[in-house]
Every structure is written in C-alpha cells, then in structure tokens.
C-alpha cells in the first residue's frame, strides 16, 4: 500500500517538474502581462506618468466606446476587411481540395506544395511585393490591366480603392493552409459512403450536399474561427503598405491600438482597446461554435 | 403477348460498356478542367515569389515604367544584391550589419525553437499520459490563454521589458520566447496517440518518469518533434512584430526588421506614418526580400513532407 501511494506522488512530483519550465515561464512573460493587460486598461499609463498611473475607473472603457468616428471606424474598417476575405479563404480551399482530391497521389502533393510555398515566406516579404506588383505606376496588375484593355488602377493610393486592394491581396495570398486541412479532411471520408450513394445513383451535385459538405463540417468550423479571428485581428497591409490611410480608409482595429500603444506611448487606452477586441473575438468564436459546431462522427 | 419485354433480348452487357463509357468520359473532362484551374491558380499563388525573384534582378531606375515590364530578366544585373548588402559603398559609410541582421535572425529562429521542443514535449507528455491534481485547470488555462490576441499581451509585455532593463538587448528579444504554453496543446494530442501500455508497463517496472519520457516517449515522438521543429524554425524566422517592438539599434535587427527599417515602416522611422521609400529603391528591396525568402523556401522544399503533416495536427482528430 505503501509502495503505491509512493507511486502516486512520484507521478504527481514528476508531472509538476515536467510542467514547470513552462509554467513557470509562462507565468512571467504570458500571465502576468494578461493581468497586467487588464490592470492597464483601469489605469491613465502613459508615457508621461510612467512609475505613478493612477487607477481611472471605467474611464478608457467608456472613451473607446463611445468613440465612433475613431473606434467603431476601425471596428467597421476591420469587419468589412473580414466579410471580404473570410468567405472567399473557406469556400476558394475547399473546391480546390474538392478539385485535387480525385488526383494522383503525386499530382495532389504537386499542388499542394505550389499553393502552400507562399505560406511559408514572412509578411515583411509578401507584403513587400504585394505592394510592388500593385504599384500604381509600374505595377504588374496594371501591366495586366493595360494589355487586357482596361484602366489602371492607383490601388492601395486610392482611398475608395484602398481596403479592397488588400482583400484581394488576401485572395492572392497563401490558401495553401485551407487546401491542405481540406484535402486531409476529404481523403478521410470513408470511400464505402460514396459507393452506397452510387447504389442509390445519387447524382454528384446530392452526394456533395448530403455528404461531403456535412462530413466537412468540423473543418469548416476550424477554417471559418480561425479565418475570423485573423482577419478580425488582421493589419499586416496597414502596417506595410498603406500606414492606416489613404484618407484612414484602412485604419484596422489592430492598426489602432498599435498607434494607440506605439505611436501615441497610451499603453492604457491601448490595453482597454486590446481587451475590448479580445471580448468580441471570444463572443465570436463562441457563435461559430454554437452555429456550425454540432458534433460530427465519421 | 409479344409486346412484353424479353428480358434476356437486352445487351446487359452493351448497356454497361456504355455506361463504362460515358462516366469513363465524364471523368477525362473533368481531371482536365481539374488541371486546367489548379495549374492557373499554382501560377497566380506563385507568381509573387516569382515577380520577386525576377525583378530582383532588374534594373529599377527612376525612368522604370510600365513598358519595361517583362516575365525574365533580359540582362541580368546583381547591382540589386550589391546595393542591397552595400558592397560597393566607400569605407567612410557606416554599413547596415546585413550579416548580422542574418545571423540574429537564425538565433530567433533556432534557439527558442530548441528550448520550446523540450519544454512543451515534457509538459505535453504530462498532460498526456500522467495523472495527477488540477491536470483539467491547467489544461485549460493553457487553452484559454492561446485564444487570447497577441496584442493583448505585448504591450505589457514591452513595458516589462523597460522595467527588466532589457529593452533593446538580446534578452528581450530571445528570452520572453524560450518557454510558453504555444506547443503544449500539439505535443499533447500527439502523444496521447501513443499506446499508454508501454508507458503502464515501464512504471510497474519501476522506471522513473524522466526515464520513461527519455527513453520512450521522446523516441516514439520524432514526428511531432520534427513538425514542431520546422514550424518553430519558419515562425522565427519570419517573426516581426516582437523584434521590431523591442529593438532599437540596427546591430540587434533581424532580416525582417532589417527589411522595413529600409522601408521606412518600420525601425524607429515609423512615427511619420508614411513609406518614404519610392521606386529607385524597390530594387534593393527586392534583393533584401529575395534573401530572407530563401532559407525558408529551401526548407520547405526539404521539408514539405513535416510542413503539410503539421498543419492538419490539431486541426483534424486521430
């Protein structure tokens, strides 16, 4: 008995220790600043009176919301960017993995690799020639525009132009991840489901409806939560590309605390800013589940 | 009578060749329109790295136009590269450490990954396989904390930073990451995977953990660690916003803060709020870009096979 209540608290011992590291570093440098984060977001810190914020109450909370010219801009700016990107970056994967999918083994690892590469390359990089070939004078897509006959464009310099350039950026960008989850998530259907529909001569169109789709759902929900809560997130091309402009028509959530924080040194607006996003993501997810997140066993 | 059907006069056997046929046609259509629209959207998903590489090795003046534009170089030129790395600038300047901005990039890259690899796979393994109190909270904070946005936690995180007196050090810029709870949640579905009998049958044979984690469940996890390991490596190695955030002199930059700092996004010039690099210097650009696009390309390519693996843990059971 002795022995195995030894055991037991050998195995707890062990289990602390192998968890520690991370624990304990995650307490310094993840949970703490979390905490601190909401500390923040009560307090008037600023650069000006660093080592003696004093505690505001709800005062940054009401600033931000009451804010719409500033804040619930940005938050229009940042959900408009996400209706543009979401719905393509689900539906654009899932029919080229629905299209790869029947392919020879070799084909499907072909353009697996050629759609995921650019995934790979940071966005410093991406952004970097994403700006250059939509550059207004020497860009390639005008280049394009011109020998198809159409006009060009100034894109990103363009403020009625600006938050749509970089949707369709998004669009060129990597869809690699989704094609890969989505093909993974396809060769997983068991082939024998197919061959009963055959027996009942289902046509295609009924069999991707009454099928496929439904079996796709658990991945759908993972691409569709994960597609929000970056985009929603999203301001790689503000950073790099259009600095929250022309004429603010890119001003993201994200661009807003970071010049909030970074520009402005108002690390308690900014916090209270940081927070308030991180309540509408969870509120988010939290749908999504409930939507689309009925269990599905295959 | 006679108008009834003979059922042995159809040519069961002529229907079916037909059918054979048609669906055997169908499907020829359809793997063409296949390859048709995968290969135009491989040559749209890799044209930017293309575009990239090529103009990188054109001359991009101040008199470049829209004419100039073609899909190869014609004449080649490395004056792009040698801007780029200042090879050919008098001694009196004062150089952007290039080499250096490459080599911090590589620490970033390699030595939180390394340290991350060991951490998360023995707490993964503990999640896992180990009973013991509170096993269910600490899961789930680590759950929790990992759906919270990264802004969230870097501006206190950079305050910490002043108060530690590690802004601008390599302390801050390597040490916040060499521990967290990132990996935790993938080393542990993959090690549940892993047949709990073994590790049953070593402790009634009085193996001490740390013997069973070394011995067992390190050698059987090879796959999770290579995966993580690559993605570790490219997540550093393409990391920007913290090493921006927490560096200051140009001898601390990574590649990719290294590259917007000539932007003019970035590296202290941000403040203006506009780019102020214009088309005499894309070129430049383009080399510096093509440069810290390689090293990743080259391991993708040597490590497709863990890149497309890892994606799908944690997203799809079993």
Known sequence: ????????????????????????????????????????????????????????????????????????????????????????????????????????????????????????????????????????????????????????????????????????????????????????????????????????????????????????????LYVVI????????????????????????????????????????????????????????????????????????? | MDKKINIRSIDWEKIQTEKFIRTKRLRNIFTI?????????????????????????????????IEDIEFYPSNPTNENYINFLQLDAPPWISKRPVGRWFLNSLLIALLPTISNLIFDSMAGYALAKMRFPMKQAIFWAIVMTMMIPEIVILIPLYRMMFDFKWYNTYWALLFPGFAGVGGIFLFKQSIESLPTSIIEAARVDAASEPKIFFKIVLPLSKPILSVMGVFGFIGGWNSYFWPYLVTESNKLYTIQVGLTSLMGAGGGAGVTGTLTFGIDEYGQMLAGASMAAIPVIIIFFLLQKYIIQGITIGALKG
């Open chain 1, 1 to 220: 008995m002795k022995v195995l209540k030894d055991r037991v608290y050998s195995e707890w011992f062990w289990a602390y220790v192998f968890l520690g590291v991370d624990i304990a570093w995650s307490s310094v440098f993840l949970f703490y600043p979390i905490l601190k984060a909401f500390i923040f977001s009560f307090q008037n810190f600023t650069l000006e009176n660093i080592g003696q914020p004093t505690f505001v109450g709800l005062t940054n909370y009401i600033k931000i919301l009451t804010d719409t010219t500033g804040w619930w801009y940005s938050i229009k700016i940042s959900i408009l960017y996400t209706l543009g990107v979401v719905p393509v970056g689900v539906l654009l994967p899932l029919g080229l993995a629905l299209l790869i999918n029947p392919l020879s083994k070799k084909s499907q690892n072909f353009f697996k690799a050629a759609f995921y590469l650019p995934g790979v390359v940071s966005g410093v990089v991406v952004a970097l020639v994403l700006r250059w070939i939509f550059y207004p004078e020497v860009g390639l897509i005008n280049w394009i525009l011109i020998k198809f006959g159409g006009q060009p464009q100034t894109w990103y310099a363009n403020p009625d132009l600006a938050l749509f350039t970089l949707i369709l950026m998004s669009w060129i960008g990597s869809h690699g991840w989704g094609i890969i989850l989505y093909s993974a998530a396809l060769s997983r259907i068991p082939k024998s489901i197919y061959e009963a529909a055959d027996i009942d001569a289902a046509s295609s169109w009924i069999r991707f409806w009454k099928i496929t789709w439904p079996l796709l759902r658990p991945v759908t």
């Open chain 1, 226 to 298: 994960i597609s929000i809560i970056n985009s929603l997130q999203n301001f790689w091309g503000a950073f790099f590309i259009t600095r929250g402009g022309p004429m603010r028509a890119t001003e993201f959530v994200n661009w807003r605390i970071y010049t909030t924080f970074y520009m402005e040194s108002n690390y308690s607006l900014a916090s209270a800013q940081a927070v308030i996003l991180m309540i509408i993501i969870a509120i988010l997810s939290i749908i999504n589940f409930k939507f689309f997140g009925k269990g599905v066993e295959y």
């Open chain 2, 33 to 65: 329109t296949a390859y048709i629209i995968l290969t135009t959207w491989a040559i749209v998903s890799l044209l930017p790295m293309y575009w990239m590489f090529v103009c990188s090795f054109k001359h991009i003046g101040v008199s470049f136009s």
